[in-house]
Structure formats: structure tokens, C-alpha cells
């Protein structure tokens, strides 16, 4: 049997599995694809080989960024498989992300803000300090043994910085976007500061509107609002079923 012919059998035995997140991954040609996307992986220094590449965390699985091939229009750089962990890969559930950088802090943001009384331990005491501190009783044994150890945990999550990312061996071309953004006469610091603005100020459903943002592009940010007005505070449900008519209303559009 040959390689291709074991690889091709490997393949067909994920999809049979319905495998969500096929770790496995194949080569073809110079390319590592990751089997639940089809985007190349970004590529793994051996060091680093099980971690996740936003939190330093032992990695679960590979995502694909964007989740949806249908927000590539905002992208600024080629879409790619990343080396996740459970908890990073389901932190964000909106889309509308320039680059992975971006993603990538959005991830931090929500990851500080899940463990906020965790991190707030080192702002409050020193190790010493816990360790010498008078609480007293078995629930404060407990927490004195493992809050400084659970804080560093943490704190190395979000410090982490990943590693430089490279795809065929070469760098990531990402294009800069740090000039602000503007509409309606505003000029925002970037264009998620924009969304966030409108989110608010049009009472729009979020993840309908950075799911129509990102197919449309952010030339067409007032027409996604528009269209998005129409549909405030959605249940999952009603918001996919919203997502294909717009779709197919834009499709009608364009014949
Ligand atoms: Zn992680």
C-alpha cells in the first residue's frame, strides 16, 4: 500500500467518524492541511508542539481561522489552522476579526475577563504575604495552598505570546490596519471599536451583524447595519435562519 493510499484511507476513516476536530493531519505537497478546515497549520516549532497557541495550554485540537469561509472577505492575511485549547477555541464566539493577531487579543481580553478573581489574587497579595496571612480554618488552608499556584497559572496564560507564525516557510504577511477606522464622521481606533460601538447604538443582534460584516467587508459596514436592524435579539435558531435569507437576498442582488 501506498503512502497516498494510507493517507487517503486515514482520511476517509475521519470523515466516516465525523470527527469535529481530526487532530491527524496530511501532506500534500509543501502544505500541512488540517483535515476539519482545509487551511493550512500554521507551522509547529518543536518546542511548542503541544501547545495551544494563544494560552501556552496544552493544546485539544487545531480551529480554523475565520471560522467561516464566508468572513475571509475581511481578512488581511491568508486563513489558517491554529493549535487550540478547548477552553481558547470557544472563548469568541463572534466573527468580524481583521487578522489572527486581532482574534488573538479578543481571545486575552475574554480570557482575563473569565478569570478576573484568579488574577486579582497577585493584585492583592504578595506570595509571602499569603502565605504568612492569618486566615485560618480548612476552606482557607485550601485556598492558601493553591491560590498563588492557580494565579501564576493563569497569569502565564495570558502573558503567553504564542510563536512567530509561519506557513510553508514563510512569515505571515499581515497587513496593517492600525490606522483607525472611520464612520458616520467618527474616526474609531480600529474596527472592532466601531462595532462595538454599534452594536449598542443600533441595539443590533452581535453575532448576526459581525456574521454579515464579515461576508460583506467593511467598505459595506452602514449596508450590514441596515440589514441587520431588521433582526435585533435573535435565538441561535432564528439567527442562522436570518443569516441564509440575507445571503440569499444579497445573491438575488447581485444577478
Ligand atoms: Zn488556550
Known amino acids: 500500500m501506498t503512502?497516498?493510499?494510507?493517507?487517503y484511507l486515514l482520511f476517509k476513516y475521519a470523515i466516516c467518524l465525523n470527527y469535529q476536530f481530526v487532530i491527524i493531519t496530511l501532506t500534500y505537497g509543501d502544505f500541512i492541511l488540517s483535515i476539519e478546515s482545509g487551511y493550512p497549520l500554521m507551522e509547529i516549532p518543536f518546542a511548542h508542539r503541544y501547545q495551544c497557541w494563544f494560552c501556552g495550554e496544552p493544546k485539544d485540537r487545531e480551529i480554523s481561522f475565520p471560522k467561516e469561509k464566508s468572513?475571509?472577505?475581511l481578512l488581511t492575511h491568508p486563513p489558517?489552522?491554529?493549535p487550540c485549547c478547548n477552553e481558547c477555541a470557544t472563548l469568541i464566539k463572534r466573527c468580524a476579526f481583521e487578522s489572527i493577531f486581532v482574534y488573538r487579543y479578543a481571545v486575552k481580553k475574554e480570557l482575563a475577563k473569565k478569570h478576573q478573581k484568579t488574577l486579582s489574587i497577585g493584585s492583592r497579595w504578595t506570595e509571602v504575604e499569603l502565605q504568612e496571612s492569618q486566615l485560618e480554618?480548612?476552606?482557607?488552608?485550601?485556598f492558601k495552598r493553591s491560590a498563588w499556584f492557580m494565579f501564576k497559572l493563569q497569569q502565564a496564560r495570558i502573558n503567553f505570546m504564542g510563536w512567530p507564525i509561519y506557513i510553508d516557510g514563510k512569515s505571515l504577511e499581515v497587513e496593517d490596519t492600525q490606522y483607525g477606522f472611520a464612520f458616520d464622521g467618527t474616526i474609531y481606533a480600529d474596527l472592532d471599536g466601531a462595532i462595538n460601538h454599534v452594536i449598542d447604538a443600533f441595539y443590533l443582534d452581535e453575532l448576526l451583524f459581525?456574521?454579515?460584516?464579515?461576508?460583506?467587508?467593511?467598505d459595506k459596514f452602514a449596508y450590514a447595519?441596515?440589514?441587520c436592524r431588521l433582526y435585533p435579539k435573535l435565538s441561535t435558531t432564528t439567527r442562522e435562519s436570518v443569516f441564509l435569507e440575507i445571503v440569499e437576498s444579497l445573491a438575488i442582488e447581485e444577478t
Open 3 to 7: 503512502i497516498n493510499a494510507i493517507k
Open 137 to 142: 480554618g480548612s476552606a482557607f488552608e485550601g
Open 71 to 73: 468572513s475571509n472577505t
Open 225 to 227: 447595519i441596515r440589514l
Open 80 to 82: 489558517l489552522s491554529i
Open 210 to 218: 459581525t456574521r454579515v460584516l464579515a461576508l460583506l467587508g467593511k
